[in-house]
């Protein structure tokens, strides 16, 4: 079982930046692929960005160039960097763990233990 904190989450202005951070606790997150979803209202979830358990990444389009996915083993914690957030980034970002064989899981249904989520409002 994995329990996952999101953290980070805040106000900020349009070209800002914030750190969010996914701290696990239950089991080492070093087997499992990491995702960040995020919700805004009225939307469908959508994902954003992922971390493969070797450490392979990926970025979706709303993402690449501006977003970074790391993770610290050591700390059991994933962040995500996001650098010149727009209005449009305003959201519910939530992190989710799961095992996936090969590369990174880019649907939510791949993921099995999701954190409660962190508000990232991006407002002038």
């Known amino acids: 079982q994995v329990q996952l904190v999101e953290s980070g989450g805040g106000l900020v202005q349009p070209g800002g930046s914030l750190r969010l951070s996914c701290a696990a606790s239950?089991?080492?997150?070093?087997?499992?692929?990491i995702g960040w979803f995020r919700q805004a209202p009225g939307k469908e979830r959508e994902g954003v960005s992922y971390?493969?358990?070797?450490?392979?990444?990926w970025y979706e389009a709303i993402a690449k160039g501006r977003f970074t996915i790391a993770r610290d083993n050591a700390k059991n914690t994933v962040y995500l960097q996001m650098n010149s957030l727009k209005l449009e980034d305003t959201a519910v970002y939530y992190c989710?763990?799961?095992?996936?064989?090969?590369?990174?899981?880019?649907?939510?249904?791949?993921?099995?233990?999701w954190g409660q989520g962190t508000q990232v409002t991006v407002s002038s």
């Open positions: 239950g089991s080492t997150l070093d087997y499992y692929a």
């Open positions: 989710a763990a799961g095992i996936i064989r090969y590369g990174v899981g880019r649907t939510a249904d791949e993921y099995k233990y």
């Open positions: 971390i493969s358990s070797s450490d392979g990444t």
